[in-house]
């Protein structure tokens, strides 16, 4: 059975620093890898995808990498910032269905 | 940006009751999906669907639940008699194609809770 592992569960840093959220999955035969951003009764909001050719994808001040033959993706945030408080979910699409990891809840203190 | 629309936002209903959630999908979107999230829970898979079928449903996609285009722009999911523990949160999500480089949007969700 596909399964997606986020760690950590929650995370708590100051304003400004450089931080990275991971994710694991065990489907080797992945098309894609998306990060989503959910907001406290929210809907998903998506954040990059890296199709399973590319090692990497940037947007801002997010990076998301990706190593298929570790079963391993990274989201990496840079300079972080209060409005960067949320749920962070990865979702690993292997069969045009989304599996899911469980998130991890980022809380930036000012 | 076009955009994912879902109405209502919070529907409360008995024990019983049928109720539809609705979605509008983006456009020029061809695939359509319902996911759901139990609070406190993943994200789980409903079903897809696709030139005016279901092409995937999960174990949760039983006879209770149904889909359905309408029209050229609506695409319901409808629970027939809904129980306790169909109350969550349901996504409606759409995608240009079935291609790796073709991601999912989301709309904000109807939270369901059943009383």
């Known amino acids: 059975k596909q399964e997606v592992t986020q760690i950590p569960a929650a995370l708590s840093v100051p304003e400004g620093e450089n931080l990275v959220l991971n994710c694991s999955f065990t489907?080797?035969?992945?098309?894609?890898l998306q990060w989503f951003r959910q907001d406290p009764g929210k809907g998903l909001t998506s954040l990059l995808l890296i199709q399973s050719s590319q090692r990497e994808q940037t947007s801002g001040r997010l990076n998301a990498s990706l190593d298929k033959s570790s079963g391993r993706s990274t989201l990496y945030i840079a300079a972080s910032q209060p409005g960067d408080s949320a749920t962070y979910l990865c979702a690993e699409d292997s069969n045009y269905q989304l599996i899911w990891g469980a998130g991890t809840k980022l809380i930036i203190k000012p | 940006e076009p955009e994912v629309t879902q109405t209502p936002s919070h529907q409360v209903t008995q024990m019983g009751q049928e109720v539809i959630l609705r979605c509008v999908p983006i456009s020029n979107h061809l695939y359509f999906y319902w996911y759901r999230q139990i609070l406190g829970q993943k994200v789980e898979f409903l079903v897809s669907f696709y030139n005016n079928e279901i092409s995937e449903k999960s174990e949760i996609f039983d006879d209770q639940f149904s889909v359905e285009r309408p029209d050229g722009s609506n695409f319901t999911l409808k629970i027939r008699s809904t129980k306790l523990e169909d109350s969550a949160m349901y996504f409606c999500?759409?995608?240009?194609?079935?291609?790796?480089?073709?991601?999912?949007?989301f709309g904000n969700g109807t939270r369901l809770t059943v009383t």
């Open positions: 489907d080797s035969a992945i098309y894609n």
């Open positions: 999500a759409s995608r240009a194609a079935r291609a790796a480089n073709s991601p999912l949007h």
